[in-house]
């Protein structure tokens, strides 16, 4: 799980974008009201996640990733 952002640029987080940091293509997409993602990870296998925030200001930007 992760907390929504302090700032969103004055309008609500539509969407997460979150990537296993070892794995970049490892990646989920949830909606704004969701903040947790599951991953099928081998078993004792720690892992690092990156989380971005989209709204309505940059709901396009997720094309190029």
Same mark, same amino acid.
């Given at each position: 799980t992760?907390?929504?952002p302090v700032?969103n640029?004055?309008?609500?987080v /539509?969407q997460?974008?979150? %990537? #296993?940091v070892?794995?970049?293509? /490892? %990646?989920?997409? !949830?909606?704004?009201? @969701?903040? #947790?993602? !599951? $991953?099928? +990870?081998?078993? /004792?296998q720690?892992a690092s $996640? @990156?989380?971005i925030? $989209?709204?309505n +200001? %940059?709901? /396009? %930007?997720l094309q190029?990733l």
């Amino acid at each position: 799980t992760w907390a929504a952002p302090v700032s969103n640029g004055g309008r609500a987080v /539509n969407q997460y974008r979150v %990537c #296993q940091v070892q794995t970049p293509a /490892n %990646c989920a997409t !949830t909606d704004g009201a @969701t903040r #947790q993602a !599951t $991953f099928d +990870l081998p078993r /004792n296998q720690q892992a690092s $996640f @990156t989380v971005i925030a $989209f709204n309505n +200001l %940059c709901l /396009n %930007c997720l094309q190029g990733l």
